[in-house]
């Protein structure tokens, strides 16, 4: 499949990063049987009957209320888990050394057009993450609610005000991400600007690269507190 229809850019604060790739997808009838895969998923992550997504308080860094022995006895390749209070987005982050290899592949490895939800190869899990830490997942173009679906919410201020918070849980911690820009950008602009780069050799280039992406955000800029 190719690489990208459209990229949601959401700046993050605590100085990371972190990009959702929206590839569109129309099936209709795979749908419910996308959901079931990953409910049944959510619902062995979750420990002791705690669910992420009914925005329990939480300090950050403390012991993560996702069990993770248990994904990993499942998928390996997990290192995280991410969540957007409020919306449908509750699911396993997975990382691979082949970039393409969960466009195709769902969290239990089965062929499906819904894939996973996934981490760029060269990001570093679990914490301190990198400075731009890349998600890919699909825009199911025939459901509101499957994997990157929600996202395109975003280009809605009101969407966006009510949905500010990301939680991202690993098997060391737990912490929380702020949105502070919304971007569509075309993989086309990465000749002239690297927004997928994930190293920076200074603070300085770094504030360049949030500079540069907030002068593109929809709505734009946004306080980065």
């Known amino acids: 499949m190719k690489r990208a229809a459209l990229v949601m850019a959401l700046l993050i604060i605590v ?7 929206l590839y569109p997808f129309s099936d209709q009838q795979q749908n419910k049987e996308f959901e079931n895969t990953y409910r049944e998923i959510q619902s062995i992550a979750y420990k002791a009957g705690v669910n992420p997504s009914s925005n329990i308080s939480y300090a950050e860094n403390e012991q993560s209320a996702v069990d993770f022995d248990a994904l990993l006895a499942i998928n390996p390749d997990t290192v995280a888990w991410i969540e957007i209070p409020g919306t449908s987005m509750n699911y396993p982050v997975v990382q691979s050394e082949n970039d393409s290899y969960y466009e195709k592949y769902d969290f239990n490895r089965k062929r499906a057009a819904c894939g996973a939800i996934f981490a760029q190869s060269n990001n570093k899990f ?10 890919y997942g699909h825009n199911m173009s025939s459901s509101k609610t499957l994997m990157f679906s929600p996202l395109l919410g975003y280009k809605d201020k009101e969407f966006l005000d009510a949905h500010r918070r990301v939680n991202m849980y690993t098997p060391t911690g737990n912490s929380a991400w702020k949105v502070v820009a919304v971007c569509h950008l075309s993989i086309d602009v990465l000749t002239d600007f690297n927004f997928m780069e994930i190293t920076f050799e200074s603070a300085e280039d770094f504030n360049k690269h949030m500079e540069h992406l907030q002068s593109r955000s929809i709505h734009g800029k946004f306080e980065l507190v």
Do not use: M, R, S
């Not at 990371?16 to 790739?21: L, N, S, T």
């Not at 679990?126 to 998600?135: A, H, I, R, Y």
């Open 15 to 21: 100085g990371v990063f972190i990009y959702f790739a």
């Open 126 to 135: 679990p914490e301190p993450f990198d400075k731009n830490t890349v998600l």
